[in-house]
């Protein structure tokens, strides 16, 4: 469903975020990413739809990669290009001559065209070949962040109806009609035609959530989605979620709620200083913990 392959992200301050992260999410697979704050993990999260763009490496959403082409993520990229070709021609063993183009960052990515014509060739057919635009792919991808982003000038029936209408996915009778079925569900449907400015923590967080599904995704993120909550509207919440859960929805959460991560997750990431420390399903990670920073870190919140 989500791949990300070697996503390395550098803020314009030069503090690199992320440092290669590779991570694969199966449809109807629930993941919780987990680690200390400042790790990386909204980071990771927020690349998965470009929110922020990584600085190399790839976002794959089923089989079509979302962002430029990393010609140092194929092999036949690499072995194009007058670099290799240099190196091949001066005696070095082809595979030698891969691994110190990708361990040097040998290949001129900005002028492409110093790499010769049949490396940009490549480069432009897997791009092509391959990539979609952002703006469609983000339709299959809703998004629930911490502090809702709900429109206050709008009612909560606007706000579930804006997008699908806007986007022409739905009529306005169509939209409206799934908007108050999904408030329902909620048992939220006597709150449509209020503003979010009258509604609880709990009941603002619910609507961004159903807002998201009214768009059909086929994958739901969440960034800490209890994080602004009190702590007697977290359960709401997260009993929705977990509803979503036991219905299929693939998920990918960043969490601070372990009981219910261990509860609800089929995999567990944990993430710390920018790296995958480890992964695998919640017995391995918080019955066998075997990375050190991992233990030191469930000592601490559990």
């Known amino acids: 469903m989500i791949s990300v392959k070697n996503i390395i992200k550098t803020f314009e301050d030069g503090v690199t975020v992320l440092k290669g992260v590779d991570c694969h999410i199966e449809k109807g697979e629930v993941v919780a990413i ?11 999260l927020r690349c998965m ?16 990669l979302l962002n430029p082409v990393d010609p ?10 007058n670099t290799y070709k240099k190196l091949v021609a001066g005696g070095m063993d082809g595979a030698d001559a891969i691994v110190k183009i990708k361990k040097e960052d040998l290949l001129n990515e ?18 092509k070949d391959n990539h979609i635009d952002i703006n469609v792919a983000r339709q299959k991808m809703g998004m629930v962040f911490q502090h809702f982003n709900l429109f206050n000038n709008l009612t909560v029936l606007d706000n579930l109806t804006l997008a699908p209408v806007e ?33 609880s923590g709990g009941q603002k967080q619910r609507i961004a959530i159903v807002r998201a599904l009214a768009m059909d995704p086929d994958v739901m993120l969440f ?80």
């Open 34 to 44: 987990i680690g200390p704050s400042g790790s990386g993990k909204s980071t990771l």
């Open 49 to 64: 739809n470009l929110l922020s763009v990584p600085t190399f490496g790839e976002v794959w959403l089923k089989d079509k």
């Open 72 to 81: 140092y993520l194929h092999t036949e990229v690499i072995e194009a290009s």
């Open 110 to 127: 900005k002028f492409s065209a110093a790499e010769g014509k049949e490396y940009k060739a490549i480069l432009k057919k897997l791009y």
């Open 167 to 199: 986007l022409k996915l739905k009529s306005k009778e169509e939209a409206e009609k799934n908007a108050m079925a999904l408030l329902k569900r909620i048992g939220l449907e006597d709150k449509a035609n209020v503003y979010p400015s009258t509604l």
């Open 223 to 302: 960034d800490e989605p209890t994080s602004a909550l009190d702590p007697e509207m977290v359960g709401e919440v997260l009993d929705l979620m977990k509803q979503l859960a036991a219905e299929g929805m693939t998920m990918v959460i960043v969490t601070h709620e372990m009981g219910f991560a261990r509860e609800v997750a089929d995999k567990i990431v944990f993430i710390d200083e920018g790296i995958i420390k480890e992964q695998g399903t919640p017995d391995e990670i918080f019955n066998h913990p075997k990375d050190p920073r991992l233990q030191d870190f469930l000592s601490k919140v559990l």
